[in-house]
C-alpha cells in the first residue's frame, strides 16, 4: 500500500516578501533561491526548495506538500484520496514544472487548506549554504514537521492515518477535553499534528525546523530576543518528542518552532505515549491566552 515518506515542501502566502526574506535568511539561517517582489524560493538542503513564498492579500501556510516514492505510488494514493471523497486534481506540465517536482496532485483538505502529492523534488546542483552556517536536519525525514488547527479531528485522523499511513507517536491533552495528536510518516518523532480547539482558526499553527547544533538554536534566540521577530514561546523543551526549541511569529502571522535534538523513532521498540503537559520547562507562550503546541 503506498503512503506518504516525508514533508517535502510549503507554499506561505504574505503582503510582505521582503519581511520573509529577513526572517528566514537573517534569523533561520535557510538560504533564498530564487527572489523577486512577488516570490521567494527558500533552501535548507540539497532539494532547489522546501518554502515557496508568494505575494499574496492571505497570510497563512496555503499548501503543505507531501511526498511520495514514486508514479506508482502517487497514482495509488492518489486514488485512495478520492476513495474517501476527496475529489484530487491531476496537474498539468507546467503547475509540475512550476513545482519542481515529477509528478504531482492537488486536493482540498477537510478545513480547505490544499494538500499536494508529489515525487521527485528538484536537486539543486548548487551546494546549499546556510548564511548562519545553520546545518538542518532533513533527507529521508522531510524539512520537519506542521501542527494544524482543525475542525473535525476524526476526519483529519482519517486522513493521514487510514489514507495516507501516518503512525500514532503520541498524545498531549492540552487542558481538558483538548487533545492534540501527533503523527509520524518516518523516523521523525511526528512530521504532522492536530488538534480542535474552540475560538482558533482551522489552519497551519507552526511549521518546525530542526538544526544540528543547540548553539545556532541559542543564537537564533538571542536576535529573536533583541527584536528580530516577536517571541511566540519561550525556549523550552517538549515532553513527547524532546526537542530543545523556541517558537517566533512569522511575517505571516503563524508561527516557527526552531529546535534541536528530537527524538527519532526506531519502530521496532516504539510505542505510544500520552501526555499531560507540552513541555517540562519553558515554551511559555508570549500571550497567555494562547496555548502552546
Known sequence: ??????L???????????AWKSFAVDLLGLQAAEESADRLLLRMDEKAYRVDVRRDTRESVQTLGWEVAGPEELKELAGEVEAAGYPVKVCDESEVRARMVSGLVQFQDPDGTTIELFYGLKTDKERFVSPTGATFL?????????????GDTEAYRHLYVDVFGFRLSDYIEIAPGLTATFLHCNSRHHS???ASF???????NHLMFEVNDLDLVGRAYDKVLAGAAPVAATFGRHTNDGM???YARTPSGFDVEYGYGGLHIDEATFTPSRYDVTSY??????NPDELNV
Open 1 to 6: 500500500m503506498a503512503s506518504v515518506l516525508s
Open 8 to 18: 517535502g515542501y510549503v507554499i506561505v502566502s504574505t503582503t510582505d516578501v521582503p
Open 138 to 150: 532533513t533527507g529521508h525525514e522531510g524539512f520537519g514537521h506542521a501542527l494544524q488547527m482543525v
Open 192 to 194: 504532522f499534528a492536530f
Open 198 to 204: 474552540p475560538n482558533v482558526p482551522r489552519t497551519v
Open 244 to 246: 530543545l526549541s523556541f
Open 281 to 286: 520547562w519553558g515554551h511559555k507562550p508570549s
